[in-house]
């Protein structure tokens, strides 16, 4: 990290907010939710919890389904990003029942009124959650169309005062190609917002971007396949890229 953290020292961050795809809950499936998925990230994110980090999470919801598809197969794209938006609460439920299995309390509020499932936002509420050591997890996106959750993320954490946004990803940081298809594709230790923004360096998408930029978000991208990686990353140790 920036601040020189060495291992061993206390994290780096007091409170942070986790951005997961909901790719990621697959596992090796190609559709929906992987149990035993969803059980290890959530086995990531109580291992921060355990080292007193205030812990929000945004979960998109394309394991399931995603507005930008639906509408290019010729649905309405306001109806297919609400779709999208009850995918990522379908989500948000499957995690919330992994941490609490591991004794995580831990809240589900969504932008989308539906007090039978889950919490509607209010943000002095969620801000209460937080300093009771309750992982909050933020569902449904912005409740708009046309945003995605990465700018729902960056949105949530700016309304938290998160001091970083940890962006989980098959790979471990930031690089100039795709590393999966090109041998000579390089890794970025750290990477300004603007450089992403010209480089289109496929991060976050630019609005998501543009709001970090403005409220001095640091975003730090990193594999969510390396076990005990997230919270290594806030004891200084582990691959990362910085985005600040």
């Known amino acids: 990290m920036s601040d020189g953290s060495q291992p061993g020292e206390k994290p780096t961050y007091k409170r942070v907010l986790l951005k997961i795809s909901g790719e990621a809950l697959m596992g090796d499936q190609g559709f929906g939710l992987n149990p035993p998925t969803v059980e290890r990230i959530a086995g990531e994110v109580k291992n921060l919890h355990d080292l007193g980090v205030e812990v929000c999470l945004v979960i998109g919801g394309g394991n399931i389904f995603r507005g930008l598809q639906g509408s290019a197969q010729g649905m309405e794209r306001t109806t297919a990003d609400y779709m999208g938006m009850l995918a990522t609460v379908m989500n948000a439920l499957a995690m919330q029942g992994a941490l609490e299995a591991l004794n995580v309390h831990t809240r589900v509020i969504s932008a989308i009124p ?36 990465d700018t729902a993320a960056t949105l949530r954490a700016s309304e938290m005062n998160c001091e970083a946004i940890f962006k989980g990803t098959q790979v471990d940081g930031i690089y100039n190609k795709d590393p999966k298809t090109n041998e000579d594709a390089v890794r970025y230790d750290a990477v300004s917002y603007d450089e992403v923004l010209q480089k289109n360096l496929k991060v976050m998408d630019a609005s998501a971007i543009a709001l970090a930029r403005d409220n001095n978000l640091p975003i730090i991208v990193f594999s969510l396949d390396t076990p005990g990686g997230l919270a290594g990353i806030l004891r200084g140790q582990g691959t990362y890229t910085t985005v600040g």
Not at 115 to 129: G, N
Not at 133 to 144: M, Q, S
Request: net charge positive; proline share 6%; charged share 30%.
């Open 114 to 149: 539906m007090d039978q499932v889950c919490e509607p936002y209010i943000r002095r509420r969620a801000v209460r959650h937080l300093e009771k050591k309750r992982v909050c997890i933020f569902a449904a996106g912005t409740g708009n169309p046309y945003f995605t959750t």
